[in-house]
């Protein structure tokens, strides 16, 4: 699904008009990403549970020439939705 079938079928079930919906839709785009900058946990009930977490540096081997090399520590989210939606 598109952003743009996103907000369509957004604005059929609210009855917002299809600008009012692709403003609610970029603002929870926006809430969500301020939220994983600051390292914040963001869970919606039921839907899912996005979290940022740390990778460790580690050492890694270059697969072509098989020389080791050093894989710097970095961040990454992590995001686990609900069996529910599954029905």
Known sequence: MTKAEFVEKFAEKTGFSKKDAAAAVDAYHAV???????????VIPGVLKVEVTERAARTGRN?????EMEIPAKKSIKA??????LG
């Open 80 to 85: 686990k939705f609900s069996d529910k939606l």
């Open 63 to 67: 697969p072509r020439t098989g020389e």
């Open 32 to 42: 969500v990403a301020d939220a994983m900058k600051a390292g914040d946990k963001v």
